[in-house]
C-alpha cells in the first residue's frame, strides 16, 4: 500500500467516534486495492494508539465520570460523551468505586458475575451505595464486553488467536520448503531471551538478501509501527543472529518496506520458492553474540 492511501484511510477514521466501528465495506470501495483485514488491522491500531494518548486524562478525572455513574448516567452514555472505549471506561470505574487491584480487573470482566463482589469493600467510594451498586456494575461490564468492538477481552483474545495462526503459518510454510529451523519456544528453552519467533538452521537468501531469522506479526506495518513496535526489537535479533525478515501479514506501506535498514527485510507474505536461495553455511559476518 502507497503511503498516500493509508493517510487516506487513517484521516477518515480519525474523523469517527472512537465507538462507532467504521464502513469498513464503503471504505474498501474507496480503496479497492486494501484487503478488509488490513482496514481492521489499521483501524485496531488507530484505536488503540487513541486510547493511549486519552487514558491519563480519564484516569485523573475518574473522580468526576464516577458520581456521573452513581448519579444513575449509563456507561454507554459517559463512554460515548468522553470519547472513550466502554471497556476502558468500566475498567476505570470498577477500580475506582470498589476500589479493586489494576491486576484483578481483568479477571472480572472475564467473569463479572463470579469475580466481582457482591458488596462495595467498606473503605471503597462505592460503599454507601450498597449491593445495588455491585449488580448494577455486574450487568454494565457483561453489556461493555458483548458491545466493546475496541477494547474488550474477546478483541485481545482474537488478537492473540490470529497471532497463533500466523505463527503456525509461517511453520507450514517453511517445512513445506524444506528449510530447516527452530521456533522460539524451543530458543526459549535452551535459555535464550528476546528471540525471534524463528531463527533458521542454516540461512537463506531471499530476492538476494540474507536472512537467519523470520519474526510474523499478524498485523498492518505503517511507519509507527515499525519504529513504536519493531525498530529496537529487531535490531537487537540483528546484533545476535544477524540479518533476518519481518512478514507483516496483513501488509507494509511500500515506502516503508523500501526504507527498511539492509540488514530487516520487510514483506508481506512469505517469499515464493522461485524468490528464495538456500545457503550451504553462514555468511562469516553474520552473528554477533
Not at 485496531?44 to 456521573?68: M, N, P, Y
Not at 479477571?107 to 451498586?133: Q, Y
Given at each position: 500500500?502507497?503511503?498516500?492511501?493509508?493517510?487516506?484511510?487513517?484521516?477518515?477514521?480519525?474523523?469517527?467516534?472512537?465507538?462507532?466501528?467504521?464502513?469498513?465495506?464503503?471504505?474498501?470501495?474507496?480503496?479497492?486495492?486494501?484487503?478488509?483485514?488490513?482496514?481492521?488491522?489499521?483501524?485496531?491500531?488507530?484505536?488503540?494508539?487513541?486510547?493511549?494518548?486519552?487514558?491519563?486524562?480519564?484516569?485523573?478525572?475518574?473522580?468526576?465520570?464516577?458520581?456521573?455513574?452513581?448519579?444513575?448516567?449509563?456507561?454507554?452514555?459517559?463512554?460515548?460523551?468522553?470519547?472513550?472505549?466502554?471497556?476502558?471506561l468500566i475498567r476505570l470505574l470498577l477500580e475506582d468505586l470498589l476500589h479493586l487491584t489494576h491486576k484483578s480487573?481483568?479477571?472480572?470482566?472475564?467473569?463479572?458475575?463470579?469475580?466481582?463482589?457482591?458488596?462495595?469493600?467498606?473503605?471503597?467510594?462505592?460503599?454507601?451505595?450498597?449491593?445495588?451498586?455491585?449488580?448494577?456494575?455486574?450487568q454494565d461490564v457483561e453489556r461493555c464486553v458483548q458491545w466493546d468492538h475496541v477494547a474488550s477481552p474477546a478483541?485481545?483474545?482474537?488478537?492473540?488467536?490470529?497471532?497463533?495462526?500466523?505463527?503456525?503459518?509461517?511453520?507450514?510454510?517453511?517445512?513445506?520448503?524444506?528449510?530447516?529451523?527452530?521456533?522460539?519456544?524451543?530458543?526459549?528453552?535452551?535459555?535464550?531471551?528476546?528471540?525471534?519467533?524463528?531463527?533458521?538452521?542454516?540461512?537463506?537468501?531471499?530476492?538476494?538478501?540474507?536472512?537467519?531469522?523470520?519474526?510474523?506479526?499478524?498485523?498492518?506495518?505503517?511507519?509507527?509501527?515499525?519504529?513504536?513496535?519493531?525498530?529496537?526489537?529487531?535490531?537487537?535479533?540483528?546484533?545476535?543472529?544477524?540479518?533476518?525478515?519481518?512478514?507483516?501479514?496483513?501488509?507494509?506501506?511500500?515506502?516503508?518496506?523500501?526504507?527498511?535498514?539492509?540488514?530487516?527485510?520487510?514483506?508481506?507474505?512469505?517469499?515464493?520458492?522461485?524468490?528464495?536461495?538456500?545457503?550451504?553455511?553462514?555468511?562469516?559476518?553474520?552473528?554477533?553474540?
Open positions: 500500500m502507497k503511503l498516500a492511501a493509508y493517510e487516506s484511510i487513517r484521516a477518515h477514521l480519525l474523523s469517527l467516534p472512537c465507538n462507532v466501528f467504521p464502513d469498513m465495506d464503503a471504505l474498501k470501495k474507496e480503496h479497492p486495492g486494501v484487503s478488509l483485514d488490513a482496514l481492521i488491522s489499521i483501524y485496531s491500531q488507530e484505536s488503540a494508539r487513541r486510547i493511549k494518548a486519552s487514558h491519563g486524562r480519564h484516569v485523573r478525572g475518574i473522580e468526576s465520570l464516577a458520581r456521573r455513574y452513581l448519579a444513575g448516567e449509563d456507561v454507554f452514555d459517559i463512554a460515548d460523551f468522553i470519547d472513550f472505549p466502554p471497556c476502558q480487573i481483568g479477571p472480572c470482566l472475564r467473569d463479572p458475575f463470579g469475580k466481582i463482589p457482591d458488596a462495595p469493600p467498606e473503605n471503597s467510594v462505592g460503599h454507601a451505595h450498597g449491593p445495588a451498586l455491585c449488580a448494577r456494575l455486574k478483541v485481545d483474545t482474537l488478537r492473540h488467536t490470529a497471532g497463533r495462526e500466523y505463527e503456525d503459518l509461517l511453520e507450514n510454510r517453511l517445512r513445506e520448503l524444506g528449510i530447516p529451523f527452530v521456533t522460539e519456544s524451543t530458543m526459549r528453552m535452551e535459555g535464550h531471551a528476546k528471540t525471534p519467533d524463528i531463527k533458521l538452521d542454516l540461512p537463506i537468501a531471499v530476492n538476494g538478501r540474507i536472512v537467519n531469522w523470520i519474526d510474523s506479526k499478524a498485523s498492518f506495518c505503517d511507519p509507527l509501527v515499525h519504529v513504536e513496535r519493531g525498530a529496537t526489537q529487531f535490531q537487537g535479533y540483528v546484533n545476535r543472529f544477524g540479518p533476518g525478515m519481518v512478514v507483516y501479514w496483513l501488509g507494509v506501506i511500500d515506502e516503508v518496506a523500501e526504507d527498511s535498514e539492509t540488514d530487516v527485510l520487510l514483506v508481506d507474505d512469505f517469499p515464493n520458492e522461485g524468490e528464495i536461495t538456500k545457503l550451504k553455511m553462514m555468511p562469516p559476518t553474520v552473528g554477533r553474540e
